[in-house]
């Protein structure tokens, strides 16, 4: 199997650094190009076809909200995941790099064995969100903004299971918690969860938490 190939996006030399030295020490993963601002940052994901994308949220030319917007926009790099990194877990520009579609966040002080799982998580498709950084992150930034009410049609075309297993995901559950807390099989909801995203034109898991939590959810 190739190894999962990881763009590292930071201004500051000595972070990249350092963080290369910990995914080059994991035999399934590589870093494959690094870059110093977020303009580099969409450059070297369309040029060195990378499965992940470590983004910071603060550098220059392009910051990395803006960056992840591209990124995400892209049909041609459909299969390219972003993974925030963050010093604050909540924190206003994490909510606003999920609504750009990223797919999910890490704070540097993490350890280098949760950095590389990360990683290989959001690879697979999958989000990285953490249950009480889901419920106070978008809780707090998308049902206390003015003038964004809630939109209660979103879900119309969802089954009710579906929206049942929609507003788990919304709390962080995972697939194996929500199947033992319904009393289903895994792979029953990650069938749901997959129609739900298709339905709803979601990216990935992380998108569909943001539509849940504008659909009016509440876990």
Do not use: C, W
């Not at 990124?71 to 750009?100: C, M, N």
């Not at 697979?124 to 978008?138: D, F, V």
């Not at 299971?161 to 919304?170: F, G, K, P, S």
């Amino acid at each position: 199997m190739n190894p999962i190939r990881v763009l590292i996006a930071d201004d500051q030399d000595i972070v990249r650094a350092g963080l290369r030295l910990i995914i080059d020490s994991a035999a399934d993963l590589t870093v494959v190009a690094e870059a110093a601002t977020g303009r580099q940052a969409v450059h070297l994901a369309r040029q060195e076809r990378v499965d992940v994308v470590l983004m910071d949220i603060r550098m220059p030319e392009l910051d990395g909200l803006a960056a992840t917007r591209r990124i995400t926009a892209d049909d041609e790099l459909a299969g390219v995941k972003v993974l925030i990194l963050t010093t604050f877990e909540v924190d206003e520009y994490v909510f606003e790099a999920l609504r750009s579609g990223a797919s999910g966040f890490l704070g540097k002080s993490a350890r280098p064995d949760a950095l590389n799982e990360a990683i290989r998580t959001v690879a697979r498709g999958e989000s990285l969100l953490s249950p009480i950084a889901t419920r106070g992150l978008i809780a707090r930034f998308l049902t206390s903004a003015p003038g964004s009410p809630a939109d209660t049609g979103l879900l119309d075309g969802l089954t009710d299971r579906e929206r049942e297993i929609v507003t788990l995901v919304a709390t962080g559950m995972s697939n194996n918690e929500i199947a033992e807390h319904l009393t289903l099989s895994p792979l029953t909801v990650k069938t749901h969860v997959n129609h739900s995203m298709t339905k709803l034109g979601a990216r990935d898991r992380s998108q569909l938490v943001v539509l849940a939590y504008q659909a009016g959810l509440r876990p």
